[in-house]
């Protein structure tokens, strides 16, 4: 009796119109948790340094480099939570329309039509998205990298979907859209290189100024600060570097961890211009 009542149609639409929503919403919980998981276990990850060597780092490099991995993988999450949500509740929207006998060709007619009108409207900002997709996915570059723009260089203080922002060396901050970025210069990514040119006088002794710069070398690599905070191979002497009538440049090189190359080649300087003096080797002018 109750199943040839005139509502029963409506009631039973109705009842699965509601069942098909609340499957959606929790589909799409479902979609979120496991995207959430799928972010917080991509933020955690080992430190770019145990590549080099093993032994502890410290904090400051550790915090730097978990940050840009999480901000990475929130930036990735915020998307894919985004693009489930259209996907899911989409889906249920044109399934809830068809229960109801509702034509949906012509609505999804006019919302291609209105999606390739905004699209026309929106080129710049699609292309900035995009762009912030790919150099996200490929980890071009992330937040406390030094990097070179073509715009602007800096430090990397923010990275989303749509625009980088750069602190350069004088303080001041760039928003550099990402659709406008079309080579990137980074410093800072894997490791970086120290270099110190040292120019003696054409006369000295090249043996014993090459003895002397790996002295300063092995002493370099021996510091237990240096070698765990910055240094990342033990610093070589390359020699003569350049010749000319008046002088001699010898080349150290020395492997560094990201941005960390000033500050070594500062102790570099140090270094050999103490043991230079203590040698009686007077620098000259390279030529």
Do not use: C
Not at 8 to 20: K, N
Not at 85 to 92: F, K, N, P, R
Not at 164 to 190: A, C, K, M
Not at 254 to 280: C, F, H, I, N
């Amino acid at each position: 009796m109750f199943g040839n009542a005139p509502w029963a149609p409506l009631v039973a639409s109705a009842i699965t119109i509601v069942l098909i929503l609340i499957l959606a919403f929790v589909v799409r919980n479902i979609a979120h948790r496991l995207i959430v998981k799928v972010v917080n276990r991509a933020a955690v990850g080992g430190s770019i340094t145990s590549r080099f060597r093993k032994g502890a780092v410290t904090d400051g490099i550790d915090a730097l480099l978990h940050e840009r991995r999480k901000q990475r993988a929130e930036t990735m999450g915020s998307v894919l939570k985004h693009v489930a949500s259209i996907v899911i509740l989409g889906t249920a929207v044109l399934t809830v329309l068809d229960r109801l006998t509702i034509p949906i060709a012509p609505l999804l007619t006019s919302v291609g039509i209105l999606g390739v009108a905004i699209g026309f409207g929106a080129q710049e900002l699609v292309k900035d998205f995009i762009a912030g997709m790919f150099m996200l996915l490929e980890d071009q570059y992330g937040v406390g990298d030094v990097i070179d723009a073509g715009a602007a260089v800096g430090t990397v203080e923010a990275v989303t979907l749509r625009i980088t922002r750069l602190r350069d060396v004088d303080g001041r901050v760039w928003y550099v859209r990402n659709g406008t970025i079309t080579r990137v210069g980074n410093e800072s990514q894997g490791w970086s290189r120290a270099y110190m040119d040292v120019p003696v006088a054409y006369d000295a002794d090249v043996v014993g100024v090459r003895v002397l710069l790996e002295h300063v070398a092995e002493e370099t690599w021996a510091d237990a600060e240096l070698r765990e905070s910055k240094i990342v191979e033990p610093p070589q002497v390359f020699g003569v570097e350049q010749l000319s009538d008046s002088s001699l440049v010898f080349r150290i090189s020395v492997k560094t961890l990201p941005s960390q190359q000033a500050a070594v080649s500062r102790e570099l300087r140090l270094r050999v211009k103490s043991a230079l003096d203590a040698a009686g080797i007077p620098m000259v002018a390279g030529a």
